[in-house]
């Protein structure tokens, strides 16, 4: 009950007031039964692969089925926040919710989540156990599954082949993050708003805390060691900010403080920016010429690194259902289709192999027609993937798990309100070094609810 308590009161930290608005004006919509139809509500990322399901689950999954789906799709703080409102509270608003590693880890725990192995390793051509190994272990706790992945990912560097190559720079096949700086500086062109670079500022901490996560753990820093001793004002912690700031404040896009993945995705996919840091799954919609000016332009390199052999993160935009769902036969049905073969077949068909939810099954990388679409950057998606140690992503043993974040319930109120600190010295408001004090003094807090 102790540990219970904990993540309500840390998820209610983090919900704003506008979150709490919309969840109590939300309903929920028809009958039960899988055999009957009905409907179900399920909140999602709104991400493009979401956006594409939204578009695609009516002539398919709904007319086969009778079930109606009613989506949330919202930016991904906003999701958080009403997801995390729901679950915490046990409301019962949402039947299925994509959910990450980082929930997983905690709500399985808590008893809200509801088991999907069943569901998943006795339905019809599933097959379960293609399922990308490190992806189905993320969201595996103690053997049952709570999660099925929508798609998988890690972070590399996206850049223009075209503007190197005009400049006469080739880009490292291992780049540092030393190298990406030098090659930000000669590609910066303020004159025609062109970005050396694009790196997320947005305050959350699953928006700015997971670049700037990923290259504390390249200059060996970590939030906390293995003894829960907060380690934010470290000389490892302070480098990797002060770099991370600087960098994105000398070269990167106008408006940085409320930039996100949407925002970053826009302008390298709309000629705005020479690079870009960030999600593997952003390679996609960047060659999608339905929505990209840069089509066979951009170059695909490891996450960049400095002190460690590896770097970029670990993670899975999956479809859970909370144990609060009085549709839960439905949702896993919901769930089944969204995450299967067949709706990746769907997807190829209908708007582009390139454009399938990727980083989620082994076989989509042995099919000829999406490695064919998919050529620019498939590979090194996995790769990517297959590169990253989410038991040990940095030099020094860690107190939890997690690669971008600190599995631990406080972690999404300390990411979030030290993200806005570090989004405010970006902006030009306050120091990294008065930012991190900040955040130096609320990882106490942390820790001492830990030790």
Aim: net charge negative; with cysteine.
């Amino acid at each position: 009950m102790l540990r219970r308590n904990r993540w309500v009161t840390a998820a209610l930290a983090v919900t704003t007031a506008a979150a709490l608005a919309a969840c109590s004006g939300a309903g929920g919509g028809g009958g039960g039964g899988t055999e009957g139809g009905g409907t179900i509500s399920v909140a999602m990322v709104g991400n493009p692969p979401m956006q594409e399901l939204e578009k695609l689950t009516a002539d398919t999954f709904t007319k086969d089925t009778g079930i109606t789906v009613k989506y949330s799709v919202l930016p991904e703080n906003e999701l958080r926040d009403k997801v995390t409102q729901d679950i915490a509270t046990q409301g019962g608003q949402y039947d299925a919710v994509t959910i990450g590693a980082y929930e997983v880890a905690i709500w399985a725990k808590n008893g809200w989540l509801t088991d999907l192995k069943p569901a998943l390793d006795g339905a019809a051509g599933y097959d379960n156990a293609d399922v990308l190994p490190a992806m189905r272990e993320a969201l595996t706790i103690d053997g049952k599954q709570y999660a099925a992945p929508f798609y998988g990912e890690s972070s590399f560097l996206m850049y223009r082949k075209d503007l190197l190559a005009a400049k006469g720079i080739t880009m490292p096949a291992k780049p540092t993050w030393q190298q990406v700086e030098q090659i930000a500086a000669r590609l910066t062109d303020r004159k025609n708003d062109m970005a050396g670079i694009c790196l997320r500022g947005l305050p959350g901490w699953g928006e700015l805390g997971a670049p700037l996560t990923t290259v504390v753990n390249t200059f060996g820093g970590t939030w906390f060691d293995k003894d829960w001793n907060p380690r934010v004002t470290s000389p490892e912690f302070t480098a990797a900010a002060t770099f991370y700031v600087d960098l994105v404040r000398k070269y990167g896009q106008l408006g940085a403080p409320s930039a996100g993945f949407s925002e970053c995705l826009t302008a390298l996919g709309q000629g705005k920016a020479a690079m870009w840091y960030d999600a593997t799954s952003a390679a996609g919609p960047l060659e999608d010429p339905a929505t990209s000016k840069v089509v066979g332009k951009i170059g695909y390199a490891p996450a960049p690194v400095y002190r460690t052999e590896s770097g970029g993160w670990l993670w899975t935009w999956a479809f859970a259902s909370p144990k609060t769902s009085k549709k839960a036969d439905a949702a896993a049905r919901f769930i089944q289709w969204a995450t299967g073969k067949e709706y990746q077949a769907l997807v190829g068909q209908k708007v582009g192999w390139a454009q399938v939810p990727a980083g989620n099954r082994t076989s989509l990388y042995a099919n000829p027609e999406y490695l064919k679409a998919a050529e620019p950057f498939a590979q090194a998606t996995l790769d990517q993937i297959n590169s990253v140690d989410p038991a040990d992503p940095g030099l020094q043993p860690r107190p939890a798990p997690g690669v971008q974040f600190v599995a631990v319930p406080e972690f999404a109120d300390l990411g979030t309100k030290c993200t806005q600190e570090l989004s405010a010295a970006i902006a030009g408001r306050s120091t990294v070094a008065d930012a991190l004090t900040k955040c130096q003094s609320l990882a106490e807090d942390v820790a001492a609810d830990n030790k």
